[in-house]
């Protein structure tokens, strides 16, 4: 009787173990997932505070928001969740989990080494330590594993041009060329994107956790009958962001775009809404409230009572930021960062009192902070997918200048020109084309941007802006091409 007691003792501590073991391991998580929230949110603080007071060191602040941006969103992909993937720590394949660390750690202790040198920062002839170097080849080598996880087209064309600069040019120092050169990865694009781009991207992130963009889905599908369907829906939805990005980018780069041109886009999405409420009042329309009534069995649903539910939550947290800019940017004419970030703080303190106005809400539970947190961390999100991009072609095209391949791109281009303007036009636009074809929209974008517009400007004397137009239509096209050859998103 004895031996049987003490075997059953045995077993019980024995399934208490691994009971333990998994409480310890999720106790661990959750601690971690919450240290990297608060993460995300310190990160926005910096962002916020250098837009508004624009301090010095813009340098160091550009390789300081590039290195945590991709390293809060490296983390997020080992540890937590977001509203837009769900827990992806127990879908990941040990090598997807391996592949991500090994660049969460290259991009964060990189970025760290090259920010004790971020004064040599578009030096022509920048003096680097042995530690420095080190660091340099562990940050690029890590933004090109990064950017193969994202886009294997982007990887090959950065590996390229590698190939091309050793074959052609190989005493060209690499690291001095890709990571210090004025227009490598930290050229003028990448200072756009963390200085105007990065606001923005965490006004998205918090209408996103906030539910807005769910909501503003729910009432149009369920008022306006067409004949797109969700993959249309997600492309448009892909297009736009892609799109303002540019728009934001060619801002910084030539000046055209000021605050005017920002609220404008920030009033697309009231615009919709707009059109919704407009039809519903011209027709008498019926429109859903909730999202559980969106979609039955498959089928469209039925007809319910229009309800200030419905749209006035989006409405909120929409309009306000857009009124704070307008008044901001268009009433006082201050800058567009300080715009941005007007409306961001707007945001942020409608998210934080959204639980106290919005008691008809299925996430009532869902306190202010949470959202606010979720959101900066939907923004990291966000903004990586822009700055990594950006970072490779940044540093693919100074290693390809260095190397003389923009010599022979311009002889090329004059040659099946023939030195006729619009001739020049054709062959950049159709090249272009072919980027945004095989290249995510911001990296096809960053190809004519950095390429194409030179090209334009020397050979067929086109005005800077007009050639960026050129190039936005021209990725554009070749997204949608892509796009529909691949029949993917």
């Keep these: 009787m004895q031996r049987t007691d003490s075997q059953a003792d045995t077993a019980a501590r024995t399934n208490r173990e691994p009971s333990t073991a998994n409480a310890l391991r999720d106790s661990a998580l959750t601690v971690g997932w919450q240290t990297l929230r608060a993460s995300a949110l310190l990160c926005w603080v910096v962002v916020g505070s250098f837009v508004w007071f624009r301090p010095t060191q813009p340098e160091l602040y550009t390789v300081s928001v590039l290195g945590a941006t991709l390293g809060v969103a490296l983390a997020a992909e080992l540890f937590g969740r977001t509203d837009e993937n769900s827990a992806l720590l127990g879908r990941q394949s040990s090598a997807s989990r391996l592949l991500a660390g090994g660049c969460l750690v290259g991009i964060v202790a990189g970025s760290a080494i090259v920010a004790g040198s971020a004064d040599q920062l578009g030096a022509s002839q920048p003096e680097l330590s042995t530690l420095t170097g080190v660091g340099g080849l562990l940050l690029g080598g890590s933004l090109l594993a990064v950017a193969a996880r994202q886009s294997l087209p982007l990887a090959g064309f950065a590996v390229a041009a590698i190939g091309v600069s050793w074959a052609n040019a190989p005493g060209v120092p690499v690291v001095e060329t890709v990571v210090f050169g004025d227009q490598g990865i930290y050229g003028p694009l990448m200072r756009a994107a963390v200085t105007w781009i990065a606001p923005a991207s965490l006004l998205v992130g918090c209408w996103r956790a906030a539910g807005t963009e769910r909501r503003l889905v729910s009432v149009w599908n369920a008022t306006v009958e067409t004949g ?17 990005c540019a728009v934001v980018l060619v801002g910084w780069k030539t000046g055209a775009v000021g605050p005017t041109a920002i609220v404008g886009l920030a009033a697309v999405p009231v615009g919709l809404l707009g059109i919704v409420l407009v039809r519903v009042a011209a027709r008498d329309a019926p429109i859903i409230t909730t999202d559980r009534a969106s979609t039955t069995n498959g089928r469209r649903p039925s007809t319910a009572d229009l309800e200030w539910a419905a749209w006035t939550p989006p409405a909120i947290m929409i309009g306000g930021p857009l009124v704070v800019m307008t008044v901001v940017g268009i009433g006082y004419r201050l ?6 970030v007007a409306g961001c703080l707007c945001c942020v303190g409608l998210c934080v009192a959204r639980p106290l106005v919005s008691r008809s809400d299925s996430r009532t539970s869902t306190s202010g902070v949470r959202i606010v947190l979720d959101g900066s961390l939907v923004g990291c999100r966000l903004l990586s997918r822009v700055v990594v991009p950006l970072a490779v072609v940044g540093g693919s095209v100074s290693l390809l200048g260095a190397a003389g391949g923009t010599t022979w791109l311009v002889a090329g281009v004059g040659w099946l020109s023939a030195g006729h303007p619009l001739a020049v036009v054709v062959v950049v636009a159709g090249c272009c084309l072919a980027a945004g074809a095989l290249l995510p929209f911001v990296g096809g974008y960053a190809v004519g941007a950095l390429l194409g517009v030179p090209l334009l400007q020397l050979l067929g004397s086109v005005p800077e802006l007009t050639a960026h137009l050129v190039i936005i239509i021209s990725v554009v096209a070749g997204w949608l091409l892509g796009v529909r050859r691949s029949g993917s998103l």
Aim: glycine letters at 22%.
């Design 228 to 244: 797109a369907t969700e993959k249309h829906g997600r492309i448009a939805k892909r297009l736009a962001g892609g799109v303002g």
């Design 335 to 340: 800058p567009v960062g300080t715009t941005l």
